[in-house]
């Protein structure tokens, strides 16, 4: 069971918009910044959103992150069919003294 | 250009030890704090620990999964990174990531998002 919860699959048709929530509690989310990572099929992870809504340079503006209190949620807009991915929220738990991911979702387009 | 390589990986049996070691080049090593994160097959993501650099003490912190059984370690002069993997149980089964933090902002907690990650490395514990 993962420390952070988030739904095991999304799908959605080309060109729509898919959210994925990730549910934590106060001593993760409720306490630092949430980070979105995407896995592609066969890859290493890659940091898709930092600091709860920050994209990194080289990341489309179609992805986009927010926060509220022990929840966070990723939306995709103008999906594409390379975003089929994995894709896990993290944070540092403060209980735990580590960093928690969720179970990932697997985006299907 | 920042890579990371993982090396080290492999069969083992039950009970025995391996270390990882995660080369690095394209930046400046001792600045930066190290990550061990694994991922079993089919599973998710799994934060194993992290070594901070040497002017944050160079203190080591570890998933409760593997605290007492792992530990990392890093050598500056070399830019390498290593995971000392001892008493392997079976579901330590897994891809181990090596990573490195990114500071693109101030955190005041300390904790910075992973920002490269190596390619990773088998491990595959198994009698």
């Known amino acids: 069971q993962s420390v952070l919860t988030q739904p095991p699959s999304a799908s959605e048709t080309p060109g729509q918009r898919v959210t994925i929530s990730c549910s934590g509690s106060s001593s993760n989310i409720g306490s630092h910044t949430v980070t979105w990572y995407q896995q592609l099929p066969g890859t290493a992870p890659k940091l898709l959103i930092y600091s709860n809504n920050q994209r990194p340079s080289g990341v489309p503006d179609r992805f986009s992150g927010s926060k509220s209190v022990t929840s966070a949620s990723l939306a995709i807009s103008g999906l594409q069919s390379e975003d089929e991915a994995d894709y896990y929220c993290?944070?540092?738990?403060?209980?735990?003294?580590?960093?928690?991911f969720g179970g990932g979702t697997k985006v299907t387009v | 250009e920042v890579q990371l390589v993982e090396s080290g990986g492999g069969l083992v049996q039950p009970g025995r030890s391996l270390r990882l070691s995660c080369t690095t080049s394209?930046?400046?090593?001792?600045?930066?704090?190290m990550n061990w994160v694994r991922q079993a097959p089919g599973k998710g993501l799994e934060w194993v620990g992290f070594?901070?650099?040497?002017?944050?003490?160079?203190?080591?912190e570890y998933a409760a999964s593997v605290k007492a059984r792992f530990t990392i370690s890093r050598d500056d002069s070399k830019s390498i990174a290593y995971l000392q993997m001892n008493s392997l149980k079976t579901e330590d089964t897994a891809v181990y990531y090596c990573?490195?933090?990114?500071?693109?902002?101030?955190?005041?907690?300390?904790?910075?998002?992973?920002?490269?990650w190596g390619q990773g490395t088998l491990v595959t514990v198994s009698p």
């Open positions: 993290a944070a540092w738990d403060d209980s735990l003294n580590a960093w928690v």
């Open positions: 990573s490195r933090e990114e500071y693109l902002y101030y955190d005041s907690s300390g904790y910075y998002p992973l920002g490269h």
């Open positions: 394209g930046f400046t090593f001792g600045d930066y704090t």
């Open positions: 070594i901070r650099s040497r002017p944050y003490g160079g203190t080591t």
